[in-house]
C-alpha cells in the first residue's frame, strides 16, 4: 500500500481480511482495493499475476506473501446472473463498497486503521448480523450466490442473518437454480468447515434454500439426520462420505457427479467411506489407518465422533499412524521380483498380485514382520495357487 501510494494512487484493505480483523479472527487472505488500473499494478510491481484482468483483479507478489489487488470499480448489470456486463474502473472506492454483497463485507481500511464504512458494517458486526448492502432482493436477483454465501457466513462466522436479508433469501432462492454448481460447491465447502455449521444448517432448513440445490433438493431429510453435535469438516470428500452414510441410496458418484467435484474429493469420499465402514465392525486399527489418506485423519475423527460417538480423536489416528511398520505397499521388505524368484516355474498372473495383497495386510496388522526372510518363510509354508 505504501508503493502504490508513493506513485499517487489510492489503496485500502477490503473485505474479509477488514472483517475478521474486527472479529478478532485469524486473518486468510489479504485484499487489497485501488484507484491504480491492472496495467498500473502491473508495472510498479515485479511479480504480478494477472489472475482475472476482466475484473480488474491482479495477485501482486511482494515479500514473499500474495496479494489480491482489485481496482476499484462498478459493475454494470448482472443479465446472466453469474457475471456483471460491464465493469468500469473508477477513482473512489464509495462505488466499490457498495458493489459488495454484505455490510460486513463492505469495509475498507487504510494503513493507518481508518476504517470507511458507509453501510454501518461494523454495527453489524458487533451485533452478529449479516446484512446485504441495499435491497436484498435485488441484490441476490444480481447475483444468487450471495444467497449461499450468507449461509456460509452464519455457518462460519455464528452471526443471524438480518430479517429483512433473510426474507430476501426466500423470494429469490430458486434463482439459485442457474448459477454454476462448481461456484455454490466452493461456498458450501467452506460453509460445512466453519465452526457453526448448526446455525449454517438450520437457515438451510428454514429457508428451503436446499431445494434448490444438487442431490439435496431430492432428499430433504439429509439436512435434518446430520449427527449432533455437527462438527466441523475441513474437505468436500468429507461431507459427501457423511451425506452418503445418511442416504446410502445416493452413491458416491452420484454426488460426485451432481456437485461436478474433482478426482480429488470423489477419492476422498471413497476413502472416508470404507473408513467408516471398516471402523463400525473393527474399531480404529492399523489397516484403517494405513488405507485412509493422512489428508483426511481430521476429517475421520469427526465423522467417527459424529456417527458412533466415539471419543476418538485426530491425535489417536496419528499415533496409529507411527506405529505402521509400512506406510505403502512399496515400503514391503518383498517384491514381485522375489516372489518369482521363489516360485521358479510358476507364470506371472494375477496370483502375484494377490499374494502380494496378502503380505502387504499381514505385515500392516503385524502378523508378520516386514523382513525378506520371515516373509519368504511365511510364504514356503503356506501353499499358493500359481495358476
Ligand atoms: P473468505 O475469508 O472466506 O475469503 P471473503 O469475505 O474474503 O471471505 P471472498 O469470496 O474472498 O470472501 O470475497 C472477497 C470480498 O469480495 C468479499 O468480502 C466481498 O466484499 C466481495 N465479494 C465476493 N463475492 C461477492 C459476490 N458474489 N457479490 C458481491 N460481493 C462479493
Ligand atoms: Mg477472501
Not at 4 to 20: I, M, N, P, Q, T
Not at 172 to 187: D, G, L, P
Request: aromatic share 8%; with cysteine; glycine share 8%.
Amino acid at each position: 500500500m505504501n508503493i502504490l501510494e508513493s506513485h499517487g494512487y489510492k489503496a485500502y484493505f477490503v473485505g474479509g481480511c477488514v472483517r475478521d480483523l474486527l472479529c478478532g479472527h485469524d486473518v486468510g487472505d489479504i485484499d487489497i482495493a485501488t484507484s491504480a488500473t491492472p496495467d498500473a499494478v502491473q508495472e510498479i510491481f515485479d511479480k504480478v499475476i494477472p489472475v482475472g484482468l476482466e475484473h480488474g483483479t491482479v495477485i501482486v507478489r511482494h515479500a514473499h506473501q500474495s496479494y489480491e489487488v482489485t481496482t476499484f470499480r462498478t459493475d454494470g448489470d448482472y443479465s446472466d446472473q453469474r457475471h456483471p456486463d460491464s465493469v468500469e474502473f473508477m477513482q473512489t472506492i464509495d462505488e466499490d463498497l457498495k458493489r459488495r454483497d454484505f455490510t460486513m463485507n463492505a469495509l475498507a481500511m487504510d494503513k493507518e486503521g481508518i476504517i470507511i464504512d458507509l453501510f454501518g458494517g461494523q454495527k453489524d458486526i458487533q451485533r452478529g448480523l449479516i446484512r446485504t448492502v441495499g435491497n436484498g432482493v435485488d441484490r441476490f436477483q444480481e447475483d444468487p450466490l450471495r444467497i449461499i454465501r450468507a449461509v456460509r457466513f452464519a455457518s462460519q462466522l455464528g452471526f443471524s442473518i438480518a430479517t429483512e436479508t433473510l426474507d430476501a433469501m426466500k423470494t429469490a432462492k430458486q434463482e439459485m437454480e442457474t448459477i454454476a454448481v462448481e461456484r455454490i460447491a466452493h461456498e458450501m465447502e467452506k460453509f460445512f468447515a466453519g465452526a457453526n455449521v448448526q446455525i449454517g444448517l438450520d437457515y438451510l432448513h428454514t429457508t428451503a434454500i436446499y431445494k434448490h440445490l444438487p442431490i439435496m433438493k431430492g432428499y430433504p431429510h439429509i439436512i435434518d439426520r446430520v449427527p449432533e453435535p455437527v462438527l466441523p469438516l475441513q474437505s468436500f470428500g468429507a461431507v459427501i462420505a457423511m451425506f452418503h452414510r445418511l442416504e446410502p441410496a445416493v452413491s458416491i458418484h452420484a454426488w460426485v457427479r451432481g456437485w461436478k467435484c474433482s478426482n480429488k474429493v470423489k477419492h476422498e469420499a471413497l476413502g472416508l467411506h470404507e473408513a467408516m465402514a471398516h471402523f463400525q465392525t473393527a474399531g480404529l486399527d492399523r489397516w484403517l489407518v494405513y488405507r485412509l489418506d493422512n489428508n483426511c485423519y481430521k476429517a475421520f475423527s469427526a465423522l467417527a465422533r459424529m456417527f458412533f460417538d466415539s471419543a476418538i480423536t485426530y491425535r489417536d489416528v496419528l499415533a496409529m499412524n507411527e506405529l505402521l511398520p509400512i506406510k505403502s505397499k512399496q515400503d514391503l521388505a518383498l517384491d514381485g521380483t522375489d516372489i518369482k524368484q521363489l516360485f521358479p516355474g510358476a507364470k506371472g498372473g494375477p496370483w502375484m498380485g494377490k499374494l502380494l495383497d496378502k503380505l502387504e495386510q499381514k505385515v500392516v496388522t503385524g502378523h508378520l514382520s516386514n523382513d525378506k526372510n520371515e516373509i519368504r518363510d511365511w510364504i514356503k509354508w503356506h501353499p499358493h495357487d500359481t495358476s
